[in-house]
């Protein structure tokens, strides 16, 4: 009885939390930390370093903190996700391998052996089988209000025929899958590639800025170089800027305490 009702609480449209999420507390967490921080000074190891879930099973865990290692990643086979099993391939299972008719032709697979690129296989028209799909979406939907209007114990067949339609057109879109993720990616690595370019633009443009002061900066120095040349030479002969002021400013004094007296 007890199994029962953990299935129905594993498949139910909100499953509670598992029964384990008690043991994920503060004080188990940081034990768990101790731990690992003792066994990293046994092994002369980095205290942070990254663990794995084997190497975690392997340590001395107290029963209340097993729940906190993970467990191995599964690399094959199936896993359980609320009760219902998924499969790791990620190969989309056909129509009819899971017992469901399919309303649309299959593509055409080359045969055996044929490499001819002569003969390549024509591409299923995925846009107008879904528009089909949905067209016969809404005469089925308006056949079953009719059903239901008239003759309501009749629902079962008309409400498959929906059910199949919606599992068809849900397949389809899943054959987009692939290339949905070709293009996402093709898309990421573009922005990414516009934002290195940018980025090095900005970088070219603080780069010509930065030579610009440089630049200027050197030619002030060589003018000022230039000019303090120019000073020490003119001092040398002694007719340098400085001394022939000095001599106009006196006369010119002298003259005015002449006309004084």
């Known amino acids: 009885m007890a199994d029962g009702g953990q299935q129905r609480a594993l498949t139910a449209a909100f499953p509670p939390p598992p029964p384990f999420w008690k043991h994920?507390?503060?004080?188990?967490?940081?034990?768990?930390?101790?731990?690992?921080?003792?066994?990293?000074?046994?092994?002369?190891?980095?205290?942070?370093?990254?663990?794995?879930?084997?190497?975690?099973?392997?340590?001395?865990?107290?029963?209340?903190?097993?729940?906190?290692?993970?467990?191995?990643?599964?690399?094959?086979?199936?896993?359980?996700?609320?009760?219902?099993?998924?499969?790791l391939s990620t190969a989309l299972p056909s129509l009819k391998d899971q017992g469901i008719e399919q309303l649309y032709p299959s593509p055409p697979a080359t045969e055996?052996?044929?490499?001819?690129?002569?003969?390549?296989?024509?591409?299923?028209?995925?846009?107008?089988?879904?528009?089909?799909?949905?067209?016969?979406?809404?005469?089925?939907f308006l056949e079953f209000v009719g059903v239901l209007s008239i003759a309501p114990e009749q629902f079962e067949s008309k409400l498959e025929d929906l059910r199949n339609l919606f599992i068809n057109a849900h397949h389809l879109l899943n054959l987009y899958r692939p290339h949905q993720a070709r293009e996402s990616l093709i898309m990421m690595m573009e922005e990414q590639l516009d934002r290195t370019r940018e980025e090095i633009r900005q970088m070219d443009q603080v780069k010509e800025k930065v030579e610009s002061i440089l630049e200027r900066l050197r030619l002030e120095g060589l003018e000022a170089d230039a000019a303090t040349d120019s000073v020490k030479k003119e001092t040398e002969k002694g007719t340098g800027p400085d001394e022939k002021t000095v001599e106009e400013a006196r006369q010119i004094w002298n003259l005015l305490s002449a006309d004084d007296d």
Do not use: C, M
Request: charged fraction near 30%; hydrophobic fraction near 35%.
């Open 24 to 87: 994920f507390t503060p004080e188990n967490i940081q034990k768990l930390e101790e731990i690992k921080q003792e066994a990293a000074k046994k092994e002369d190891a980095k205290p942070k370093r990254k663990w794995s879930p084997a190497e975690l099973r392997a340590l001395d865990v107290p029963p209340e903190l097993r729940f906190l290692v993970p467990p191995e990643i599964p690399n094959s086979g199936y896993y359980s996700v609320f009760g219902e099993l998924q499969s």
């Open 112 to 140: 055996a052996g044929d490499t001819s690129p002569s003969r390549p296989a024509r591409p299923l028209n995925h846009a107008y089988y879904l528009l089909k799909i949905s067209k016969s979406l809404l005469l089925n």
